[in-house]
């Protein structure tokens, strides 16, 4: 059993940054692929980031390629997730996510889930 329990959200103006982390219970976490997902209000949940458990792969979506970057702290056992050039449309609850197998991009690839971390971009 994994618990990921996320932190570091917030209120932040356009053009801002922000990194939210993911805290991962579970001695093998440095095995599990890791990602992030986020839902807007009235939107369904969306593939935002994900890394391979040694860093090597790292896969973005197309809406925040270049403006995001996840990565992961293995001896920490934890994950993160670092948001620059913030837009109003990055509005959305952000959810950690793990799983034991491969890297996937697809919301039904992640067995586990935490409870998600509220972020605001303000205009």
């Known amino acids: 059993q994994v618990q990921l329990v996320e932190s570091g959200g917030g209120l932040v103006q356009a053009g801002g940054s922000l990194r939210v982390s993911c805290a991962a219970s579970?001695?093998?976490?440095?095995?599990?692929?890791m990602g992030w997902f986020r839902q807007a209000p009235g939107k369904e949940r969306e593939f935002v980031a994900a890394?391979?458990?040694?860093?090597?792969?790292?896969y973005y979506s197309d809406s925040v390629k270049g403006r995001f970057t996840i990565s992961r702290d293995n001896a920490k056992n934890t994950v993160y997730l670092q948001m620059n050039n913030l837009k109003p449309e990055d509005t959305a609850v952000y959810y950690c996510?793990?799983?034991?197998?491969?890297?996937?991009?697809?919301?039904?690839?992640?067995?586990?889930w935490g409870q998600g971390t509220q972020v605001t971009v303000s205009s």
């Open positions: 579970g001695r093998t976490f440095s095995s599990y692929a």
């Open positions: 996510v793990a799983d034991t197998d491969s890297v996937g991009l697809q919301i039904g690839a992640y067995d586990y």
């Open positions: 890394i391979n458990w040694s860093s090597d792969n790292k």
